[in-house]
């Protein structure tokens, strides 16, 4: 079968200022990310990229970092927040996050070593900035058919989070090498975000792979594209580390 063309269009976050460019592969708006004005994460390009097939249907959504992000981290916790450009408004995502995470998790039962946690977040910055420790609304739990299948509640909530969702399958839940996971948030009983978290060892040590989110049938706005996967993979060409949702399905 003949593969079908895909669009691209990427968003790289940087001091608020928006670039309009056009690439020679794909057309897009980019946002070129200032290092000087991040400097606690080595990555000058930070990007976010939305796809669609050739029938304009959302097909995956990414988070982009180059592989020096990995070098010379700090020993405190840092995070980038990345727009999303999506003039379809197919994609409920408002924007992206990196956060980097030098020591053990403040989620009971997350990991325990340095890693990475790159967010999905369907709510705009303000509304998760505006999240506080054991607020009352994080309490308010979405129906468990939004939710992937078997997923737990945290004990508690958390800034800037809301309520943590758990895979009790999870590799970090069961094995002494603590790997990657996939984390989802709720606020008000909504699902607010999706985060995909991976250790820096396993990171630095990437295979590209693809993991199943299993969604039951159903999805919190009517029309809206929901993922059922979520990727890993690292461009060996660009130097690049590429983290997905996709194979969204339509509620």
Not at 31 to 56: C, H, M, W, Y
Not at 108 to 131: N, Q
Not at 198 to 215: G, R, S, V
Request: aromatic share 12%.
């Amino acid at each position: 079968m003949k593969k079908q063309k895909k669009f691209l269009i990427r968003s790289i976050f940087a001091s608020s200022i928006l670039f309009a460019l056009t690439s020679c592969h794909h057309e897009g708006i980019f946002f070129r990310a200032n290092k000087d004005s991040e400097p606690q994460l080595n990555s000058p390009d930070v990007q976010s990229a939305i796809e669609f097939d050739a029938t304009g249907q959302p097909e995956r959504i990414s988070l982009i970092f180059s592989e020096s992000t990995l070098a010379d981290l700090p020993q405190n916790v840092h995070h980038l927040q990345i727009p999303v450009n999506d003039p379809s408004g197919k994609f409920p995502f408002n924007h992206l996050s990196l956060k980097w995470n030098p020591t053990k998790d403040d989620v009971e039962g997350i990991f325990t070593t340095p890693h990475f946690e790159t967010g999905f977040h369907l709510i705009s910055a303000e509304k998760r900035s505006s999240i506080k420790v054991a607020d009352p609304l994080a309490e308010l739990l979405p129906n468990r058919e939004l939710l992937p299948q078997d997923f737990i509640p945290s004990k508690g909530s958390y800034s800037g989070t809301g309520k943590r969702w758990l895979n009790p399958t999870a590799s970090e839940l069961h094995e002494p090498n603590e790997t990657y996971t996939l984390l989802v948030d709720s606020y008000a009983g909504e699902i607010i975000s999706f985060v995909p978290s991976f250790t820096l060892k396993y990171l630095e040590e990437a295979e590209n792979q693809i993991f199943t989110i299993p969604f039951p049938k159903g999805a919190q706005k009517e029309g809206a594209f929901y993922p059922t996967q979520y990727s890993l993979s690292f461009d060996a060409a660009e130097k690049k580390y590429i983290i997905s949702l996709l194979e969204f399905q339509r509620s």
